[in-house]
């Protein structure tokens, strides 16, 4: 038996994941909302996975996002890694530029000696704009690659704090409280039945390519982010493995 029988994590893992009704949940110990280490945590078990399920060729598609960060940390290299080629889930970059996906998805590939191709797309565009670089052939070539992904790595975000992170208009908040939007993950946020509400104007992976995509791993901790991953989860993909932290799996189960 291990320590996590003991600490009584592997039966909250459980009962989460019979809740969700998703292919499984894994917890580690603390809350990163109090302490940067759990977030490391996180990476460690979503790299662990990760490297035991993928097989050399397959495309990974990554999301942005300091969690998503913390993953290649713990990936080291090996043959049997160097063919994966590691894509970004959607193409903007209106973030952090350490935090942004086409950053992580190269670290990635660096940390696996695999490779990985760039696509930056900007999010702030006219709506004529956005719907005109669609046909652009480097857009459309991701948008084909998209449907050809074998695992998603991605995270979640609570709503209104990826909103301020994005300096989203005052328009796009009020409609994103008006429409009681909970939890975001690759640009789409989710009310609480795990309807998508909205969507950011960029190029990525969509809801239901990601429903033909065999492994996802959703990677998000921290009590803060409870009510945000529950929301995503109502809809999420049942091939869909939750990484979380013990703070958020606990506040999860008191909201159910
Ligand atoms: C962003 C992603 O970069 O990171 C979002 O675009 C995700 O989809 C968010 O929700 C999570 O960020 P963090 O730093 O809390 O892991």
Request: proline letters at 3%; a negative charge.
């Amino acid at each position: 038996p291990t320590m996590e029988k003991w600490t009584g994590r592997s039966s909250l893992e459980r009962r989460l994941q019979e809740y969700l009704g998703i292919s499984a949940v894994k917890i580690v110990a603390g809350d990163c909302d109090r302490d940067p280490v759990t977030k490391n945590l996180l990476g460690l078990k979503t790299a662990e996975a990760f490297v035991s399920t993928i097989e050399n060729g397959q495309i990974i598609a990554v999301t942005g996002g300091s969690t998503i960060a913390s993953i290649p940390n713990y990936i080291e290299k090996a043959n049997d890694l160097q063919e994966l080629l590691f894509i970004a889930a959607r193409g903007g970059v209106g973030e952090d530029i350490g935090l942004q996906a086409n950053v992580i998805a190269a670290s990635f590939a660096e940390a696996c000696g695999g490779k990985y191709r760039t696509f930056y797309y900007p999010e702030s565009l006219s709506e004529e704009t956005h719907k005109a670089f669609q046909n652009e052939p480097s857009v459309r070539k991701m948008i084909q690659l998209y449907e050809q992904v074998d695992c998603v790595i991605h995270g979640i975000g609570e709503a209104q704090t990826m909103a301020n992170l994005r300096e989203s208009s005052t328009e796009e908040k009020e409609m994103l409280q008006k429409t009681e939007a909970k939890g975001e993950a690759f640009g789409y946020y989710f009310d609480r039945t795990g309807k998508a509400v909205h969507r950011i104007r960029t190029v990525g992976i969509q809801i239901d390519q990601l429903e033909r995509v065999p492994l996802i791993y959703a990677v998000a901790g921290g009590i803060s982010k409870a009510a945000a991953i529950l929301a995503y989860m109502s809809t999420a993909p049942k091939q869909t493995v939750l990484i979380t932290d013990e703070a958020a799996a606990q506040e999860m189960l008191k909201q159910i």
